[in-house]
Antibody, heavy 121, light 110 residues
Framework: EVQLLESGGGLVQPGGSLRLSCAAS????????MSWVRQAPGKGLEWVSS????????YYADSVKGRFTISRDNSKNTLYLQMSSLTAEDTAVYYC??????????????WGQGTLVTVSS | QSALTQPASVSGSPGQSITISCTGT?????????VSWYQQHPGKAPKFMIY???NRPSGVSNRFSGSKSGNTASLTISGLQAEDEADYYC??????????FGGGTRLTVL
């Protein structure tokens, strides 16, 4: 059974940093691209970032480029999102998502339960 | 890049069929078959319902179907049931090697 378990969310001050983690199990982690998708309170889904299975290719939404860094440790089956220079607009539930077909991170068949990031003073 | 355009809400009675549209551009929906649909119940994570425009993952009811014409994709739900009441989101791969979601559609089963 595929499981994705996010952690690391919480309350952070504007301008601060936070690192999210997503522990994966139930599939061959290194074979699949992985992504982060966020959802602000009461709003829709917003794709944030993706990374290839090997970790060699990364992709970012314009809204987070230069501030967020996606990475993965295939030996630990874990996906990360390092977030810095956070603003109130980054407040959201952050979901970790597995790519459905493997290579190109474009469609997401399994999602974690989400972790809430609140940026506020 | 702006979100794909979906109607804010749709409704239907049990047993009826409804269709949700998802309009993009020639750089996303019109350019790729990596169009998918997600169902989200309140407080829950999204659920994968349709991929590659019209394919259903294992376990998804055949009451759900997808299609695409030009820059517009569509999700049709036939034989509406109470448990179908949820938010629905489309998404598409883009020429910029990013993913874009629709704004979401709230489905109400009357």
């Amino acid at each position: 059974e595929v499981q994705l378990l996010e952690s690391g969310g919480g309350l952070v001050q504007p301008g601060g940093s936070l690192r999210l983690s997503c522990a994966a199990s139930g599939f061959t982690f290194s074979n699949y691209a992985m992504s982060w998708v966020r959802q602000a309170p009461g709003k829709g889904l917003e794709w944030v970032s993706s990374i290839s299975g090997s970790g060699g290719s990364t992709y970012y939404a314009d809204s987070v480029k230069g501030r967020f860094t996606i990475s993965r440790d295939n030996s630990k089956n874990t996906l990360y999102l390092q977030m810095s220079s956070l603003t109130a607009e980054d407040t959201a539930v952050y979901y970790c998502a597995k790519d459905a077909l493997g290579t190109i991170p474009d469609q997401f068949d399994y999602w974690g339960q989400g972790t809430l990031v609140t940026v506020s003073s | 890049q702006s979100a794909l355009t979906q109607p804010a809400s749709v409704s239907g009675s049990p047993g009826q069929s409804i269709t949700i549209s998802c309009t993009g551009t020639s750089s996303d929906v019109g350019a790729h078959n990596s169009v998918s649909w997600y169902q989200q119940h309140p407080g829950k994570a999204p659920k994968f319902m349709i991929y590659d425009v019209s394919n259903r993952p294992s376990g998804v009811s055949n009451r759900f179907s997808g299609s695409k014409s030009g820059n517009t994709a569509s999700l049709t739900i036939s034989g509406l049931q109470a448990e179908d009441e949820a938010d629905y989101y489309c998404s598409s791969y883009t020429n910029s090697r990013t993913v874009i979601f629709g704004g979401g559609t709230r489905l109400t089963v009357l």
